[in-house]
């Protein structure tokens, strides 16, 4: 009988710390990836955008490719206040900064001016960005290899299902190193003579760190023979562009002020 006693108080000491352990892990709140868009007034950050325009005014009538014009500038994002929108929803106000390269003149000699207002919300299961009054959902919540969802929801453009690439991956870029960066692929869509791509990538306490736009045409000429159309489509797309644009912004420094 006292043995009996003894396996049955091991079994219920056994089985109180299981429970107990399980409901600890079950405690432990969901990492939702919140710190992946930080909503604090005052955040900013500083991106070195490099852009290319194809000129296709004055695309080159025996190579049918167009120059490619290319501008460097400096963005500046700031999360200038937090105000309520008109669904009573915490809102960012966020400002956005220009200065244009100038080989003369560094950027740290030159002066911020105001470029134009966006807005962001971050709600419990969105990241979202009104950009030229068009909104986008940058990020869903919570942040998971497995997540998809639709960029386009909030706005009348066609959907374009979005996922997380990869997440909380260490990334150096330049100066910069972060030990948790999400990617978000938007869109990659290509053909003989068309190619669209889109990336974004997010750091946790930074925000977004990079994006990669491109949005491109190569229409070869229509009287080309079969063997110019070959030799002009084994050109990789990059380097026979008739009309777009491309460009990438890559964070140079952020914090508060």
Same mark, same amino acid.
């Given at each position: 009988m006292k043995r009996i006693i003894t396996l049955f108080s091991l079994f219920l000491f056994i089985s109180i710390g299981f429970f107990?352990?399980?409901?600890k892990e079950d405690d432990k709140p969901v990492d939702m990836g919140y710190d992946y868009f930080p909503n604090q007034a005052g955040r900013y950050v500083v991106y070195d955008v490099d852009s290319i325009h194809y000129d296709d005014f004055n695309i080159n009538l025996?190579?049918?490719?167009?120059?490619a014009i290319e501008y460097k500038f400096q963005i500046k994002e700031k999360i200038e206040s937090i105000y309520m929108d008109n669904e009573n929803r915490p809102t960012m106000r966020l400002e956005r900064y220009m200065k244009y390269?100038?080989?003369?003149?560094? %950027?740290t000699q030159m002066q911020w001016t105001l470029r134009n207002v966006w807005s962001e919300n971050r709600t419990s299961t969105t990241a979202e960005k009104v950009e030229e009054n068009m909104r986008y959902i940058k990020l869903a919540f919570p942040v998971t290899s497995s997540k998809t969802w639709n960029g386009n929801a909030q706005n009348t453009d066609p959907a374009m299902n979005y996922s997380y690439a990869s997440i909380d991956q260490p990334?150096?870029?330049?100066?910069?190193?972060?030990?948790?960066v999400a990617q978000v692929n938007q869109v990659d869509n290509s053909t003989l003579i068309t190619k669209q %791509?889109?990336?974004?990538?997010?750091?946790?306490?930074?925000?977004?760190? %990079?994006?990669?736009?491109?949005?491109?045409?190569?229409?070869?000429?229509?009287?080309?023979?079969s063997a110019q159309l070959s030799? %002009?489509?084994?050109?990789?797309i990059l380097s026979r562009v008739t009309k777009g644009n491309q460009y990438t912004m890559t964070a140079s420094y952020y914090g508060t002020e």
């Amino acid at each position: 009988m006292k043995r009996i006693i003894t396996l049955f108080s091991l079994f219920l000491f056994i089985s109180i710390g299981f429970f107990s352990c399980k409901k600890k892990e079950d405690d432990k709140p969901v990492d939702m990836g919140y710190d992946y868009f930080p909503n604090q007034a005052g955040r900013y950050v500083v991106y070195d955008v490099d852009s290319i325009h194809y000129d296709d005014f004055n695309i080159n009538l025996t190579t049918h490719i167009s120059p490619a014009i290319e501008y460097k500038f400096q963005i500046k994002e700031k999360i200038e206040s937090i105000y309520m929108d008109n669904e009573n929803r915490p809102t960012m106000r966020l400002e956005r900064y220009m200065k244009y390269f100038d080989q003369a003149v560094p %950027y740290t000699q030159m002066q911020w001016t105001l470029r134009n207002v966006w807005s962001e919300n971050r709600t419990s299961t969105t990241a979202e960005k009104v950009e030229e009054n068009m909104r986008y959902i940058k990020l869903a919540f919570p942040v998971t290899s497995s997540k998809t969802w639709n960029g386009n929801a909030q706005n009348t453009d066609p959907a374009m299902n979005y996922s997380y690439a990869s997440i909380d991956q260490p990334l150096q870029m330049g100066l910069l190193a972060f030990d948790s960066v999400a990617q978000v692929n938007q869109v990659d869509n290509s053909t003989l003579i068309t190619k669209q %791509y889109s990336i974004e990538k997010y750091a946790r306490k930074a925000g977004l760190i %990079y994006k990669q736009w491109i949005d491109i045409q190569s229409q070869p000429a229509s009287t080309w023979n079969s063997a110019q159309l070959s030799a %002009y489509l084994a050109i990789p797309i990059l380097s026979r562009v008739t009309k777009g644009n491309q460009y990438t912004m890559t964070a140079s420094y952020y914090g508060t002020e």
